[in-house]
């Protein structure tokens, strides 16, 4: 009788607790009761049961919803960012007389305040079905900053992400819409902030205790060109195919190993039709044959383990256009001997993490070094950051990150990088120029970042 009595006292008390309308806190503190022994795990499994009841009456105080919705989860982040950046322009020209290309450099420094919005939900249906959404701060393709000093005017709110999953299978999980990247990768290939667009597919196996084999495949609508246009606009579709072989061999706790093989394949098409013009807050190449010439071979990898209790991991990414020497030719329009060796065709990625970021006090810092040969990524696609998105360009990124809390974390971030191949001349160059004509960059950024 004073077990029962005890227990619909407690299971009032929270019932009651209108400030706090949150199922999973009264949960929270049932928990806790149950650790210290005032609860029994069948009184507190009773209490739950009857604040699931109350609250699928009353609301509780949230938001009602539908009930084919099994899980709603709602996330947020917010970032003000301070950058600095400075690139050298190296613009060749021909001194009268002189066949030898002679440079002429400018420098261009910047100074701006930023700030990032995004805001989504993640829901799962009933029936094997997953959803989500993602508003964010701006509109191009690798960046949702917003500048300060706009006559204290507001920003757009814009769709970053829509999409919808569907698990027929444990081992199966099929996307469409606009996706997070599914892919295993890096920001030497892939802007961290790009979603693309069109369906994905990944098939996993568990081969041991120790050892799971991804398959991912994705087939993404690049360009959506109107086929009305002219062809000296671009009238033909562009699209993206990726294949990669994900493995991942765990054999212990602290140690794991990932190798992602893959092959990525954009169809040839314009990037600068009316309706469908690339934007990107780095230097893009927008052609009606921008899309051209571009077959990738990719192989990501890293390893991760701990030196005494500090999490550590080193990885890696190479890509290799095997068309690069057509890119340079006949997409770029290169001529001459400014495209005759295969590290053009080449960008590679080292880099060492020391640390994690998931509660208060943690830190970590991340360096690495990359070499980004002019025909070896797409530059629309690629991080907008390094290089501030320059191809033909070499160098370091260094960052450290400290969680003040648990949410709310500062990232400093310098990187800087100088150009692979000096004294380009300009008059050979092509439609190239524009991306590749950065002597030197750098770039430093100052975040405060919290989640909500």
Known sequence: MKSTLKKWCIAASLLALT????????????????????????????IKADLVKEYQKTGGGKIELGSHVKKLKLYGDARLRYQWNQQSIQT?????????PAALDYDIPQSRARYRLRLGAEYK?????????????????????????????????????????????????????????????????????????????IFTWNLNDCTTVDFVAGQFYYIDNNENQTASVGNTD??????????????????????????????????????SAIQTSSPSYAQTVGA????????????????????????WDFALNTSGSSRAQKTFGITGNQN??????????????????????????????????????????????????FVNQQGVKVSGTYNFTDSVTGTVTYFTSWAYKNNLDATKMGNATGITNADDVQVLQCDLNWKF
Do not use: H
């Open 340 to 389: 005759r060796e295969l590290t053009d065709d080449i960008a590679w990625l080292a880099g060492v993490k020391v640390g994690d970021n998931k509660k208060k006090c943690d830190w970590s810092l991340d360096a690495n070094f990359r070499t980004i040969g002019m025909t070896a990524v797409d530059p629309n696609l690629s991080d907008s950051d390094f290089g501030l998105g």
């Open 19 to 46: 400030a706090m309308p949150l199922l999973a806190q009264d949960s929270a503190l049932v928990e806790a009761l149950v650790k210290k022994g005032i609860l029994t795990n069948a009184e507190a499994e009773d």
């Open 125 to 201: 249906f009933a029936d094997n079905f997953e959803g989500g959404f993602q508003l964010e701060s701006a509109t191009s393709n690798d960046s949702a900053n917003q500048s300060f000093g706009s006559g204290y005017g507001k920003f757009g709110i814009n769709v970053g992400l829509l999409y919808l999953k569907y698990n027929p299978a444990d081992w199966v999980t099929l996307t469409a819409g606009k996706m997070k990247n599914p892919f295993y990768t890096t920001d030497l290939i892939w802007d961290n902030d790009i979603n693309p667009e069109g369906a994905a597919e």
């Open 292 to 315: 051209d010439n571009l077959n990738l071979i990719l192989f990501p990898g890293e390893v991760k383990f701990k030196l005494g209790s500090v999490p550590v991991k080193t990885y």
């Open 238 to 275: 562009v699209w993206q195919f990726w294949e990669q072989v994900k493995v991942t061999w765990k054999p212990s706790k602290d140690l794991s190993i990932i190798v992602a093989p893959g092959v990525l394949t954009t169809t040839a098409g314009s990037t600068v039709g009316s309706a």
């Open 92 to 100: 060749p020209t021909r001194a009268a007389g002189n066949p030898v």
